[in-house]
């Protein structure tokens, strides 16, 4: 089956722009969530959406939000870009069991200059 | 809010070595996973224990979680340079009511020389 497809891989976004990022999860997953990766922090949780709805959320500013629609697939978006913005963005999908692993995308690799 | 402390974070050893990584808490967490990462890619799950005590063994690698599900290791025998990359605990906390989500350690960068 297919996996975790996230796009695009690759972004350049200059200072106060904004971006939205995609995740198409596996099939029959209905839970997707959102992870930001840097040197520095690590994997930090950002949000998690189950059935179009955010059933979780990390502490992030309120820049960063996301949404999900009927057929699972998620959107992150990131306003007014911050240079501490720059980082890999990874989506997850889950059957959300316990004891259920997650799927992790190849991630979105965003750099603001 | 629950961390993972994973030791060690950097670890060079020689093929054919034994070793040993730790990710200790001191939350209870639903599950608790492990993940390999290659540059520029997603984390690969490894492995999910659920029962305390639990013991999983992938090949070479042998998994184990704490009896109070706060712990866990992961053990690699003989290693190979095929096993280098970043290495990551997990804990997975799921609830109805506060939604799911995964704590990560800071990760193990494993390095085997051949």
């Known amino acids: 089956k297919a996996g975790v497809t996230q796009t695009p891989r690759y972004l350049i976004k200059t200072r106060g722009q904004q971006v939205t990022l995609s995740c198409s999860p596996i099939?029959?997953?209905?839970?997707v969530s959102w992870y930001q990766q840097t040197p520095g922090q690590g994997l930090q949780f950002l949000f998690e959406?189950?059935?179009?709805?955010?059933?979780n959320k990390g502490n992030f500013p309120g820049r960063f939000s996301g949404r999900q629609f009927s057929n699972s697939r998620s959107e992150m978006n990131v306003s007014t870009l911050e240079l501490g913005d720059s980082a890999l963005y990874l989506c997850?999908?889950?059957?959300?069991?316990?004891?259920?692993?997650?799927?992790f995308g190849s991630g979105t690799r965003l750099t603001v200059v | 809010t629950q961390l993972l402390e994973q030791s060690p974070q950097f670890l060079s050893i020689q093929e054919g070595e034994n070793l040993t990584v730790y990710c200790n808490s001191s939350s209870v967490f639903s599950s608790l996973q492990w993940y390999r990462q290659e540059p520029g890619e997603g984390p690969v799950l490894l492995v999910t224990v659920v029962t305390g005590g639990e013991v999983k063994k992938l090949k070479r690698l042998t998994f184990q979680f704490g009896d109070a599900r706060k712990d866990s290791s992961l053990h690699i025998t003989a290693a190979q340079p095929g096993d280098t990359g970043l290495y990551l605990c997990?804990?997975?906390?799921?609830?109805?009511?506060?939604?799911?989500?995964?704590?990560f350690g800071e990760g193990t960068q494993l390095t085997v020389n051949p």
């Open positions: 997990a804990g997975a906390r799921l609830s109805d009511t506060s939604g799911s989500r995964l704590t």
């Open positions: 099939s029959g997953h209905r839970s």
């Open positions: 997850a999908s889950s059957a959300r069991t316990v004891g259920y692993g997650y799927t």
């Open positions: 959406y189950f059935s179009e709805t955010q059933r």
